[in-house]
């Protein structure tokens, strides 16, 4: 019963914080997406589309829909990292995550590289 209590103290924790964090990697990433393909790429994708482009109300539908989505998918985040970092404590007395807010504790090249091996470790997690 106490992990049970933990948990939801360090869900309350990591919230609003993941919240926080979680949405403007999300943000970043579709904002920066949107940009190259549909303003620095579109002279060059013009001619390239498969499809007509849908009427507007039925896009902006699909794009209430989408951020409706990202953000179950940020609480989805939010949830498995909180219970999984909590259940790698208890059993083995410390996190195997990292965090660090020294830049200079890890080289540089580190950075990209523990993003990849993140996304590649998400992405086992949820094919298996």
């Known amino acids: 019963m106490e992990f049970i ?9 990591n919230l609003l914080p993941g919240i926080r964090i979680e949405g ?8 920066g997406v949107f ?3 549909w303003v620095f790429l579109k002279p060059i994708l013009r001619n390239r589309l ?3 482009r849908p009427p507007r109300k039925f896009l902006n539908r699909q794009v209430v829909r989408e951020v409706k989505n990202s953000f179950v998918t940020i609480l989805v985040f939010i949830l498995a990292y909180t219970f999984v970092e909590l259940s790698l404590h208890e059993i083995f007395g410390q996190s195997v995550f990292r965090k660090y807010t020294d830049i200079n504790a890890y080289p540089v090249w580190w950075i990209p590289v523990s993003i990849l ?3 590649i470790g998400l992405d086992t997690w949820f094919y298996w």
Do not use: E, S
């Open 5 to 13: 209590g933990q948990y939801f103290a360090d869900l309350t924790n």
């Open 24 to 31: 403007m990697r999300y943000l970043i990433g579709t904002v």
């Open 35 to 37: 940009l190259v393909t």
């Open 50 to 52: 498969i499809r007509k």
């Open 117 to 119: 091996l993140f996304a």
